[in-house]
């Protein structure tokens, strides 16, 4: 398995472009989560999903988008991106919601 | 509203010393707790988890973590530091779902040979 996978590794914008965060995995996990890391704030929940078309929002939705077509993937959209948009996004997995999360190795966003 | 302290933002130690991280919790109830280590460049990983009965927790590399519902501390303890222990720790606890998660700010620990 290769467990969590995220793409790009690294990515650069300027202010206003669009883009899309792929994160993939495959172990069948139901639950999945996107979270930003700013330093000194530790993670923050984005969004999450229980399962194939269903999706909900975390504690800072505001500005992504997702959606869950597969189990396998769940890709999170900057849909205009503002600098306060530069981060550290992770992707987690989880068999169930009550299971143990399972991290990818982020993804590092600069927006100037 | 539920909410993780780590009062420590970096901790330095030799290899081989014990070590103790800090982490504070707010919870209504008997609460979920957890430590995540995110070594350089990598993603989380979960050292151990807390959720009923025994509140001495072992995990993984070593490390074990106390619950005290008294203090509402939850430290991660290990005996004997390695320096490949050096990375950032995270102290975690749900809001509205077990996998919802509100993380500490994070203890960076170095580790000095």
Same mark, same amino acid.
């Given at each position: *398995?290769?467990?969590? #996978?995220?793409? $790009?590794?690294?990515? @650069?914008?300027? #202010?206003?472009? /669009?883009?899309?965060?792929?994160?993939?995995? +495959?172990?069948?996990?139901?639950?999945?989560?996107?979270? !930003?890391? +700013?330093?000194?704030?530790?993670? !923050?929940?984005?969004?999450? /999903?229980?399962?194939?078309?269903?999706? +909900?929002?975390?504690?800072?939705? *505001?500005?992504? *988008? @997702? /959606?869950?077509? #597969? #189990?396998? +993937?769940?890709?999170? !959209?900057?849909?205009?991106?503002? $600098?306060?948009?530069?981060?550290?996004?992770?992707?987690? /997995?989880?068999?169930?919601?009550?299971?143990?999360?399972?991290?990818?190795?982020?993804? !590092?966003?600069?927006?100037? | 509203?539920?909410?993780?302290?780590?009062?420590? =933002?970096? =901790?330095?130690?030799?290899?081989?010393?014990?070590?103790?991280? %800090?982490?504070?919790?707010?919870?209504?109830?008997?609460?979920?707790?957890?430590?995540?280590?995110?070594?350089?460049?990598?993603?989380?990983?979960?050292?151990?988890?807390?959720?009923?009965?025994?509140?001495?927790?072992?995990?993984?590399?070593? &490390?074990?973590?106390? &619950?005290? %519902?008294?203090?509402?501390? &939850?430290?991660? %303890?290990?005996?004997?530091?390695?320096?490949?222990?050096?990375?950032?720790? &995270?102290?975690?606890?749900?809001?509205?779902?077990?996998?919802?998660? =509100?993380?500490?700010?994070?203890? %960076?620990?170095?580790?000095?040979?």
């Amino acid at each position: *398995n290769a467990g969590v #996978t995220q793409t $790009p590794k690294f990515q @650069v914008l300027k #202010t206003g472009q /669009s883009m899309t965060l792929q994160c993939a995995q +495959d172990m069948n996990h139901e639950y999945m989560s996107w979270y !930003r890391q +700013d330093p000194g704030m530790g993670l !923050r929940l984005i969004h999450y /999903s229980v399962g194939a078309g269903i999706t +909900d929002q975390g504690e800072v939705p *505001n500005g992504y *988008n @997702v /959606s869950r077509s #597969t #189990t396998e +993937d769940f890709p999170l !959209r900057l849909l205009s991106a503002a $600098p306060s948009q530069t981060s550290v996004y992770f992707c987690a /997995s989880a068999l169930a919601v009550e299971e143990t999360q399972y991290f990818g190795p982020g993804t !590092r966003l600069l927006v100037l | 509203a539920q909410s993780v302290t780590q009062p420590d =933002i970096h =901790i330095t130690v030799s290899e081989g010393a014990s070590l103790e991280l %800090r982490c504070n919790y707010s919870y209504g109830a008997t609460p979920y707790l957890f430590w995540y280590v995110q070594s350089p460049g990598q993603g989380l990983q979960l050292l151990l988890k807390y959720f009923s009965g025994d509140t001495l927790v072992q995990g993984i590399k070593g &490390f074990e973590a106390e &619950f005290k %519902r008294s203090q509402s501390s &939850f430290n991660l %303890r290990k005996p004997s530091v390695h320096w490949s222990d050096a990375a950032e720790y &995270f102290c975690a606890v749900p809001s509205g779902g077990y996998n919802k998660l =509100i993380f500490g700010a994070g203890t %960076r620990l170095a580790v000095h040979p």
